[in-house]
């Protein structure tokens, strides 16, 4: 009995702090960003509306925090990049130059029910001009386990999908589209 607690604590331990995964680019997206005809851009700065939205995320006893010691602001840059560079969209010397400010980052998990929700400010600006300006928001409910390690899995997987979900919601917008092509 005692050594299962044990063992059951130290895992507890080792799940409390849990980088998110970078992700891979997403085929759906890629697809919108060639079929639009969007053109390529170049990566601007993605901050934090404030230390708290970009620092780290607390589920049950876990603690999701951004990789390689990012912030989740710089994540969602990080997305962004991954899928321009997988569609051949990422040009560093475009005069089109895409940025964001993280305005919301939030998971919540219960014994029942998690949901959690991303908000960015997303801006392009042409040759240092600004062109567009638009607020984005996804969010995301799930079923939660009982077993808190199925638990806080499934909401880091649920968060990290939030990001992905984002990105190509500001890339497959019509009036993103436009604002990039004029």
């Known amino acids: ?8 604590a130290v895992f507890a331990l080792t799940a409390c702090a849990m980088p998110v995964a970078d992700l891979p680019p997403s085929l759906e997206t890629v697809r919108v960003l060639r079929n639009q005809d969007v053109p390529p851009m170049a990566l601007g700065p993605f901050t934090a509306a404030s ?11 876990g603690v999701l925090k951004p990789p390689k010691g990012r912030n989740f602001a710089e994540f ?17 010397a475009s005069p089109l130059q895409l940025g964001g400010v993280l305005t919301e980052s939030r998971a919540s998990e219960d014994i029942k029910k998690g949901g959690g929700s991303l908000g960015a400010r997303i801006t392009l600006s042409r040759g240092g001009r600004p062109v567009f300006a638009k607020d984005y928001h996804v969010e995301t409910k799930w079923h939660s386990d009982f077993i808190g390690a199925i638990a806080i899995e ?7 999908a939030l990001y992905a979900a984002l990105v190509r919601q500001v890339l497959s917008d019509p009036e993103f589209v436009t604002a990039a092509k004029q």
């Open 154 to 160: 499934e909401a880091y997987q649920q968060y990290n």
């Open 76 to 92: 969602l840059g990080a997305t962004f990049e991954t899928e321009l560079k997988a569609a051949g969209k990422l040009d560093p």
């Open 1 to 8: 009995m005692r050594a299962g607690l044990t063992a059951l």
């Open 51 to 61: 230390k708290e939205v970009g620092r780290s995320i607390a589920i049950r006893l």
